[in-house]
Structure formats: structure tokens, C-alpha cells
């Protein structure tokens, strides 16, 4: 379909422009569009990828590199990577992401941060001019478990998010437990506020408790978006 279409062709114009021959440690992210950053990889060709490592963001992103046949590496050993290619939830017109949305924005970062370049790949929905225009479930935050009720509290009455909440698993009877033993928080906040990015996750990542904020502030070099009508936009 049309998003999914949208999605492998922002992944691969990326991979193609940004994962040179000499590119060996590379950062694969997390979610749905990724697949197809993994899926262009695999097509460059085996010779190139035998001396090859990629790192994963989480046990998704895991099993996307094991199961390609391709060889796993731990940031432990490889401090900085030639690039990390990750999807994102929304993406602004100046690059900065909400990511979350599937819980593993701390190690994305992470690996984010660790790389010479970062890219993100995104279908058309992502590509707003300011955060929560079309992604509005809130800001994902990583918070430890012991303090998610203070962090809770805090975010509703300091912070002027009063609808965030808990993010509740479907698949598992309780919250959602991330690939790091921690809950996820939800937090929307007004345009506003999301036009000030950096402002805003400074102020969130001080809450005692939080482990990491999935807002992504300088630290995207390219963004790729896969449009409708099979063109691509690319924003850096
Ligand atoms: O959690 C994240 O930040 C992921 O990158 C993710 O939300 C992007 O998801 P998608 O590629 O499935 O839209």
C-alpha cells in the first residue's frame, strides 16, 4: 500500500546515499520502516556486509539483524559508528523528532549520538513543520518504574500535561516494560510548547525519575520522506 511503498523508498534512498562501501559499523533502528533499510542493505550485496557489524536499538531491531544473516556488534566494543539509520514518529522543519513510539528511544539515542552521521527514514505522515501535528499520542518518556507516579504527577501539574498517562501494554496484562526494564509515559503537550523543542526536553529530562526523552533535538544530519505519489523529499 501506499505508506508502506512510502516507507521502503525513504529507507532506500537513504541506505543508498548514506551506507557507502566503507561503511563498516552501522546503527539500525527501531519500528516498522527500518525493514526496509535492512531489506537495502541485503541487496548492496554479502561480499560488502562480511566485515560488517550492526548494532541494534532493541530486541526488535535484533531480530531484524539476526534474522537478515547479518552480523551483530555491542556499542561496548564499537564507541562510534559510520551512521545510524532509525524511523521516527514525527520529524519538524528544523529535524527534530518525537521517537518513542515504539518504546526504545533511550538506546536510539544512544546510538543516535555514537554516530558520524544519523539518518532518519520516514513515510509522508512524519513530515511536519511542527512537532504534534500528526503525531499526538505525546511525547513518549522513559521513565524508572519506582518514580513513574511522581513523574506522573509532576508532567500533569507542573509541566502542563495533564492528559499524560502510563503507557498500558496490549499484549501483556500491565504497562509496557521497555527493552530496559522501564515504563513508558505518554505526554501531550500544545503546539506551543512543541514549537520549543530542546526547551522542552531539558525541562522533562530534570524530572527525577526519567531515564530518557524521546524528543530528538541536533542530532539528525538527514531526514528522507517516501511521499504519495512515489517521489522523495529529503530535508537536511
Ligand atoms: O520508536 C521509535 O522512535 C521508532 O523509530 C518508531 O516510532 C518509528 O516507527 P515507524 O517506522 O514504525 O513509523
Do not use: W
Amino acid at each position: 500500500n501506499a505508506i508502506e511503498a512510502a516507507k521502503r523508498l525513504a529507507a532506500h534512498t537513504a541506505v543508498d546515499r548514506h551506507v557507502r562501501p566503507e561503511d563498516k559499523i552501522i546503527g539500525i533502528g527501531s519500528g516498522s520502516t527500518v525493514p526496509y533499510v535492512v531489506e537495502r542493505i541485503k541487496q548492496q550485496g554479502g561480499e560488502r556486509n562480511r566485515n560488517r557489524v550492526f548494532l541494534p536499538t532493541g530486541f526488535q531491531s535484533q531480530q531484524l539483524i539476526t534474522q537478515a544473516g547479518l552480523r551483530l556488534g555491542d556499542i561496548a566494543q564499537y564507541s562510534v559508528l559510520d551512521v545510524t539509520i532509525d524511523g521516527a514518529d514525527e520529524v519538524d522543519s528544523a529535524l527534530n523528532c518525537i521517537k518513542g513510539g515504539g518504546a526504545c528511544q533511550l538506546r536510539e539515542k544512544v546510538l543516535a549520538e555514537a554516530a558520524r552521521t544519523f539518518v532518519v527514514v520516514a513515510d509522508y505522515r512524519k513530515n511536519s513543520a511542527v512537532l504534534g501535528t500528526t503525531y499526538t499520542s505525546g511525547v513518549p518518556i522513559e521513565v524508572s518504574p519506582f518514580a513513574h507516579s511522581s513523574v506522573l504527577r509532576a508532567l500533569q501539574i507542573n509541566l502542563g500535561s495533564p492528559k499524560a498517562t502510563l503507557r498500558m501494554a496490549r499484549a501483556k496484562a500491565g504497562p509496557v516494560v521497555t527493552d530496559n526494564g522501564n515504563f513508558i509515559i505518554d505526554a501531550p503537550f500544545t503546539a506551543d510548547v512543541l514549537r520549543k523543542p530542546r526547551e522542552l526536553l531539558v525541562n522533562i529530562k530534570l524530572l527525577t525519575g526519567v531515564v530518557e526523552v524521546g524528543i530528538f533535538c541536533d542530532v539528525v544530519a538527514a531526514a528522507y520522506f517516501g511521499n504519495q505519489d512515489g517521489s522523495v523529499s529529503a530535508r537536511f
